[in-house]
């Protein structure tokens, strides 16, 4: 399977999930594109003012395992409900906040997905052949 086929095969788990974390007024897609990045999994990029929201995936995210690409996807997802802030802290912050509030946001997303991820289904086993199974 081409990474462009996982890809789409991708987009109703996300979907699902992001439905999950109470966010289904945002369109959430994934791009084909990765993220350019070594020490990234994934980012989520959104535009000020409007729900709308791309998700980049590294290189090797489909070699990782379900609960790894759960916990990646649920991660991006989470980012989201702190778009509004993000947005009206970038202009206001200085350099060194900035970089501090990027941490410190970091650290309370990780935080929270996993508290949450832990709830949320895994995405589909590959090798299986009826392309919409998940492991529970």
């Not at 289904?24 to 535009?47: L, P, Q």
């Not at 590294?58 to 790894?68: H, I, L, S, T």
């Not at 832990?118 to 529970?136: F, I, N, T």
Request: aromatic share 6%; with cysteine; proline share 4%.
């Amino acid at each position: 399977m081409t990474r462009s086929q996982r890809v789409v095969r991708l987009a109703p788990y996300i979907r699902d999930l992001a439905d999950r974390l109470c966010l289904k007024d945002w369109r959430v897609e994934v791009i084909e594109e990765t993220v350019n990045s070594k020490h990234h999994n994934a980012e989520i990029g959104t535009i000020c003012g409007y729900k709308d929201a791309r998700i980049q995936l590294c290189e090797d995210f489909f070699a990782k395992g379900p609960a790894k690409q759960r916990s990646i996807l649920c991660h991006e997802l989470v980012h989201l409900h702190l778009a509004q802030l993000d947005d009206f802290l970038r202009p206001i912050l200085g350099a060194s906040q900035q970089t501090t509030y990027d941490l410190l946001r970091e650290m309370a997303v990780d935080e929270i997905a996993h508290a949450v991820g832990a709830h949320l289904p895994m995405p589909a086993v590959e090798d299986d052949p009826s392309a919409g199974k998940r492991r529970r």
